[in-house]
């Protein structure tokens, strides 16, 4: 069972997905999307580069892959946690500190980015509305967040 405050729910275009956010892994990652949650910056930001069998991607206020938040990056908090199914983790750019506001879920097994990308949580439900998310890279009239909340 999560901790108070730890667990984040994406009201999706295609339904609920509850995340078990995980601070004991990534302390300043969870404080961050915390924050960002706690201004709705979430709200409205679609699913832009979703590929069958990996993973969808999030987070980008352009709705391109672009952009972060305007919060500095992060410096990586890579972990021992694997990228399988439900894993939850920061998309970044190619220097491993440059993680913002975009972050993946994974579709499947994805253990060729264990330890390179920092993972923060895990679908605890609604992993089948993960699933209907619409493919595409970038994704045409794109399935969205229409809220986020922390619980």
């Known amino acids: 069972m999560a901790e108070a405050g730890n667990t984040l729910t994406l009201e999706t ?5 509850v995340i078990e956010m995980r601070p004991d892994l990534a302390p300043k990652h969870v404080e961050h999307i915390k924050r960002l949650v706690g201004e709705h910056f979430y709200d409205g930001v679609t699913f832009h580069r979703v590929i069958d069998g990996f993973m969808a991607q999030t987070g ?3 709705g391109t892959g672009t952009g972060g938040s305007k919060y500095p ?5 890579f972990n021992a946690e694997p990228h ?4 939850v983790s920061m998309a970044r750019a190619q220097n491993p500190d440059s993680a913002n506001s975009q972050f993946f879920i994974c579709f499947d097994d994805a253990r060729f980015l264990d330890k390179q990308y920092t993972v923060w949580g895990k679908v605890v439900s609604g992993m089948e509305n993960v699933d209907k998310i619409k493919r595409g890279e970038p994704v045409r009239d794109p399935d969205r967040i229409l809220s986020a909340t922390l619980s």
């Open 84 to 87: 399988v199914r439900g894993t």
């Open 73 to 77: 990056n992060l410096k990586a908090e």
């Open 60 to 62: 980008c206020p352009h």
């Open 13 to 17: 275009t295609k339904g609920p997905v």
